[in-house]
């Protein structure tokens, strides 16, 4: 199929590029970009279809490096179909998964049968993380080399901390042999037992809190394996300023380390639970707003290399409950980018370097070859309107989750069209 | 839905009693001035509820709360149906909401809810505006360490009633007020009403992180934090607090926090003790205390009934 995606604004933050212009297709690949006046074709090619990009922008598809899809195992909560439509609708055209299924993903087995289902016409692509240890219990090494041979791209513990240090340092020592990234999340599994952030909104509440120091002991203990073992590290759903200020001393020192932030955490803080409200149950727990302005300045500074959705869709059932007994997490696929673009207008961050920081920046980490709007590049593209909104309520959303903090709420950007492979995943423009 | 406080309607009247925070202090006082009538009649029954259905919800174990509860509701002609969660369906796994969905269709008009977890109330409160069900009133009877509001409202009752003023008093809360739900509305309501001074008194293991910020002078000694104080509530020790890491034994915790008539003697010669029962003695307080003249802690039970008359009554529209 040729298409021609017509007078868009191009946003390429891999290749460096913020302008009008037009975007050629054909057989899955981008054939030709021309940057200028936009609405121009090009010579020698007839688009079979045309999609008018006018007012919207043109990007990469984004990649969330944090969405479950609950295959295996907990199909009654999500499906493959229903997140991979949700994942569409976001302009999400490549997602990594964690480990933490049921079985878990640490067998090569599974994890070939999750790239097999998951690699579908219309379905974004999944990059599955595999268990850093057996069923997660941070005692056994998984078979590292062979789940990458299934499709692995890193590993990980998804919530689950490796208790025993020993095992955490072969673990990273392991997977440094083969330069496997590594994926984790900084919490001391003791200090993380409480469900809301340690401070005034859990002391009023009642809440059992968690103390910043559940992150920064685990952040410490983490930093200095990786000084020891040389592992290629990315830490997971930072929540806290001080952890943010370890991290950046880190990479100043010259360790190859990375993080994320969760859209839950750029934008909330625990007085967001209000009363009680179990949707910003989350892991780690909110925290507070002087946090939360650090972790919005350091995205934005690069100091924290992505933003994702964190995906995690939770059944009515296991959500609607007293605020300490219901589940954690929120969906998210369809939030992403209207909560880039969210943090951008608040922030006043350029809106090219706000998509990076969902496209090429996340592209890095993964480590995807040929991806941007240049020639040659795969064709998995994401076009919206930065000027309409999003309304995010149960009905809209297409995730089997309705769960997120964000319900009820309208939020800027709408996607119009979402290409994977140079086909039409998801076509906005009905809705 | 979890961003509005649902206990007081639109017009500043109360819908619900979930917790003191949030109340007005009229409102607190309008309470306590229509609890005063039914604590001081001799009358035991009152056409106040007659024909309304009182349901006893409680997931914990209580006989106190629950008995008072009921003496209450009885006292005002309501009929009362007790129902003990832990030994019913819930433990059958029925979720929260479905029990609440149960027993709303059984015409209640009136859930008196205790729960171990922080908040229950509020999402039983909630479903029922989702659904429809506004006229039914829930009233927490202790939710996790959350709220305890009819226990702080009968403290400000026992308070009122001995020392008339609030707006010159010092208090000192004395105990483990990590785990306390009663210590949070106390705490609230002092506030509230205007208490120029309210102190924490606790070792470092038992104050939540951002205790200060609810308005008290956090103090980890008793010498220092009851010197000149009007008022002393002793809170509750709970049995499974005493081992493990946060105390290492009832005997250092007695020596240390208890109250004892050497430690009270620092407190003004008038001062009230309160406790919301039931006592440990020889572990939060002395037997000379408990028994002692400035206790106040039999007069805080019958106070209690008249205050949870009062919240009732206020519910069911006639106060």
Same mark, same amino acid.
């Given at each position: 199929?040729?298409?021609?995606? %017509? !007078?868009? #604004? &191009?946003?390429?933050? /891999?290749?460096?590029?913020? @302008?009008?212009?037009?975007? +050629?297709?054909?057989?899955?690949?981008?054939?030709?970009?021309?940057?200028?006046?936009?609405?121009?074709?090009?010579?020698?090619?007839?688009?079979?279809?045309?999609?008018?990009?006018?007012?919207?922008?043109?990007?990469?598809?984004?990649?969330?490096?944090?969405?479950?899809?609950?295959?295996?195992?907990?199909?009654?909560?999500?499906?493959?179909?229903?997140?991979?439509?949700?994942?569409?609708?976001?302009?999400?055209?490549?997602?990594?998964?964690?480990?933490?299924?049921?079985?878990?993903?640490?067998?090569?087995?599974?994890?070939?049968?999750?790239?097999?289902?998951?690699?579908?016409?219309?379905?974004?692509?999944?990059?599955?993380?595999?268990?850093?240890?057996?069923?997660? %219990? !941070?005692? #056994? &090494?998984?078979?590292? /080399?062979?789940?990458?041979? @299934?499709?692995?791209?890193? +590993?990980?513990?998804?919530?689950?901390?490796?208790?025993?240090?020993?095992?955490?340092?072969?673990?990273?020592?392991?997977?440094?042999?083969?330069?496997?990234?590594?994926?984790?999340?900084?919490?001391?599994?003791?200090?993380?037992?409480?469900?809301?952030?340690?401070?005034?909104?859990?002391?009023?509440?009642?809440?059992?809190?968690?103390?910043?120091?559940?992150?920064?002991?685990?952040?410490?203990?983490?930093?200095?394996?990786?000084?020891?073992?040389?592992?290629?590290?990315?830490?997971?759903?930072?929540?806290?300023?001080?952890?943010?200020?370890?991290?950046?001393?880190?990479?100043?020192?010259?360790?190859?380390?990375?993080?994320?932030?969760?859209?839950?955490?750029?934008?909330?803080?625990?007085?967001?639970?209000?009363?009680?409200?179990?949707?910003?149950?989350?892991?780690?727990?909110?925290?507070?707003?002087?946090?939360?302005?650090?972790?919005?300045?350091?995205?934005?500074?690069?100091?924290?290399?992505?933003?994702?959705?964190?995906?995690?869709?939770?059944?009515?059932?296991?959500?609607?409950?007293?605020?300490?007994?219901?589940?954690?997490?929120?969906?998210?696929?369809?939030?992403?980018?209207?909560?880039?673009?969210?943090?951008?207008?608040?922030?006043?961050?350029?809106?090219?370097?706000?998509?990076?920081?969902?496209?090429?920046?996340?592209?890095?980490?993964?480590?995807?070859?040929?991806?941007?709007?240049?020639?040659?590049?795969?064709?998995?593209?994401?076009?919206?309107?930065?000027?309409?909104?999003?309304?995010?309520?149960?009905?809209?959303?297409?995730?089997?989750?309705?769960?997120?903090?964000?319900?009820?709420?309208?939020?800027?950007?709408?996607?119009?069209?979402?290409?994977?492979?140079?086909?039409?995943?998801?076509?906005?423009?009905?809705? | 839905?979890?961003?509005?406080?649902?206990?007081?309607?639109?017009?500043?009247?109360?819908?619900?009693?979930?917790?003191?925070?949030?109340?007005?202090?009229?409102?607190?006082?309008?309470?306590?001035?229509?609890?005063?009538?039914?604590?001081?009649?001799?009358?035991?029954?009152?056409?106040?509820?007659?024909?309304?259905?009182?349901?006893?919800?409680?997931?914990?174990?209580?006989?106190?709360?629950?008995?008072?509860?009921?003496?209450?509701?009885?006292?005002?002609?309501?009929?009362?149906?007790?129902?003990?969660?832990?030994?019913?369906?819930?433990?059958?796994?029925?979720?929260?909401?479905?029990?609440?969905?149960?027993?709303?269709?059984?015409?209640?008009?009136?859930?008196?809810?205790?729960?171990?977890?922080?908040?229950?109330?509020?999402?039983?409160?909630?479903?029922?505006?989702?659904?429809?069900?506004?006229?039914?009133?829930?009233?927490?009877?202790?939710?996790?360490?959350?709220?305890?509001?009819?226990?702080?409202?009968?403290?400000?009752?026992?308070?009122?009633?001995?020392?008339?003023?609030?707006?010159?008093?010092?208090?000192?809360?004395?105990?483990?007020?990590?785990?306390?739900?009663?210590?949070?509305?106390?705490?609230?309501?002092?506030?509230?009403?205007?208490?120029?001074?309210?102190?924490?008194?606790?070792?470092?293991?038992?104050?939540?992180?951002?205790?200060?910020?609810?308005?008290?002078?956090?103090?980890?000694?008793?010498?220092?934090?009851?010197?000149?104080?009007?008022?002393?509530?002793?809170?509750?020790?709970?049995?499974?607090?005493?081992?493990?890491?946060?105390?290492?034994?009832?005997?250092?915790?007695?020596?240390?926090?208890?109250?004892?008539?050497?430690?009270?003697?620092?407190?003004?010669?008038?001062?009230?003790?309160?406790?919301?029962?039931?006592?440990?003695?020889?572990?939060?307080?002395?037997?000379?205390?408990?028994?002692?003249?400035?206790?106040?802690?039999?007069?805080?039970?019958?106070?209690?009934?008249?205050?949870?008359?009062?919240?009732?009554?206020?519910?069911?529209?006639?106060?």
């Amino acid at each position: 199929m040729k298409l021609h995606i %017509k !007078g868009g #604004r &191009l946003i390429d933050p /891999a290749n460096k590029i913020d @302008a009008l212009g037009d975007l +050629f297709i054909a057989d899955g690949a981008v054939v030709g970009r021309q940057v200028g006046a936009g609405g121009t074709a090009m010579a020698g090619f007839t688009p079979e279809s045309v999609l008018d990009a006018t007012g919207c922008v043109v990007c990469p598809g984004l990649i969330d490096l944090s969405a479950r899809l609950r295959e295996p195992g907990s199909e009654y909560r999500a499906t493959l179909e229903s997140e991979m439509a949700a994942a569409v609708a976001g302009g999400v055209t490549r997602l990594a998964c964690p480990p933490d299924t049921d079985p878990p993903l640490d067998e090569p087995g599974l994890v070939s049968m999750l790239a097999h289902r998951s690699r579908q016409p219309g379905f974004a692509r999944v990059h599955p993380v595999g268990a850093l240890t057996m069923q997660l %219990k !941070g005692e #056994r &090494l998984t078979e590292m /080399a062979q789940l990458a041979e @299934a499709g692995c791209v890193a +590993f990980g513990q998804a919530s689950r901390s490796i208790v025993d240090t020993q095992v955490l340092l072969r673990a990273l020592s392991y997977a440094a042999t083969f330069n496997f990234p590594v994926w984790l999340q900084a919490q001391d599994p003791f200090l993380s037992r409480g469900v809301a952030h340690a401070g005034e909104v859990a002391a009023r509440l009642g809440l059992a809190g968690v103390s910043v120091a559940a992150e920064t002991i685990a952040l410490s203990g983490l930093l200095q394996l990786v000084r020891e073992t040389g592992a290629r590290v990315h830490v997971r759903r930072l929540s806290s300023a001080a952890g943010l200020e370890m991290l950046t001393a880190a990479r100043k020192e010259g360790l190859p380390v990375t993080c994320d932030v969760t859209i839950n955490h750029l934008h909330l803080t625990d007085m967001d639970i209000g009363y009680f409200n179990p949707h910003a149950r989350l892991d780690p727990p909110l925290r507070s707003q002087r946090d939360r302005d650090a972790l919005r300045a350091g995205l934005a500074s690069g100091a924290i290399d992505v933003l994702c959705s964190d995906h995690s869709p939770v059944d009515d059932d296991a959500k609607l409950l007293p605020f300490e007994e219901a589940e954690v997490g929120a969906t998210g696929l369809e939030l992403l980018l209207p909560l880039t673009l969210k943090w951008a207008n608040e922030c006043k961050v350029p809106l090219a370097t706000a998509i990076g920081r969902v496209t090429a920046d996340p592209a890095r980490i993964l480590g995807v070859p040929d991806y941007g709007l240049s020639a040659g590049q795969l064709a998995d593209v994401c076009v919206f309107d930065p000027q309409a909104y999003t309304a995010v309520t149960r009905e809209t959303l297409r995730s089997q989750g309705k769960n997120t903090p964000f319900l009820g709420l309208e939020l800027p950007g709408k996607v119009r069209y979402t290409l994977i492979d140079g086909q039409l995943a998801y076509d906005g423009t009905q809705d | 839905m979890f961003s509005t406080n649902p206990q007081v309607d639109r017009h500043g009247e109360l819908r619900h009693l979930l917790s003191i925070e949030g109340l007005p202090a009229a409102l607190i006082t309008r309470i306590l001035d229509a609890a005063q009538p039914y604590a001081e009649s001799e009358q035991k029954k009152q056409p106040v509820l007659t024909g309304k259905s009182v349901f006893n919800i409680f997931f914990e174990n209580s006989t106190r709360t629950r008995t008072t509860f009921e003496i209450a509701a009885k006292r005002l002609s309501a009929d009362v149906i007790n129902l003990a969660m832990n030994t019913s369906s819930t433990a059958k796994g029925e979720t929260l909401l479905d029990t609440v969905d149960n027993l709303a269709a059984m015409q209640a008009d009136m859930f008196i809810v205790r729960h171990g977890s922080s908040g229950a109330p509020y999402l039983i409160a909630q479903h029922l505006a989702a659904t429809g069900r506004n006229h039914i009133s829930v009233v927490n009877a202790g939710d996790g360490r959350h709220a305890h509001p009819t226990q702080g409202l009968l403290d400000m009752y026992t308070i009122r009633h001995y020392k008339k003023d609030f707006t010159n008093l010092t208090v000192a809360i004395v105990g483990d007020v990590l785990h306390s739900r009663v210590a949070r509305s106390q705490i609230h309501a002092l506030t509230t009403l205007g208490v120029p001074e309210v102190r924490v008194i606790a070792p470092k293991t038992l104050v939540p992180a951002g205790m200060e910020r609810m308005g008290v002078r956090v103090f980890n000694s008793m010498s220092d934090g009851l010197r000149g104080v009007d008022v002393v509530m002793m809170l509750r020790l709970q049995n499974e607090r005493m081992q493990g890491a946060l105390l290492p034994s009832t005997h250092e915790y007695f020596k240390t926090y208890g109250l004892t008539p050497e430690k009270l003697a620092l407190a003004k010669p008038d001062a009230i003790v309160l406790h919301p029962g039931p006592m440990n003695r020889g572990v939060e307080i002395d037997s000379a205390v408990a028994d002692g003249k400035q206790a106040v802690i039999l007069p805080q039970v019958s106070f209690g009934i008249a205050v949870r008359m009062a919240v009732m009554a206020m519910l069911g529209g006639k106060a």
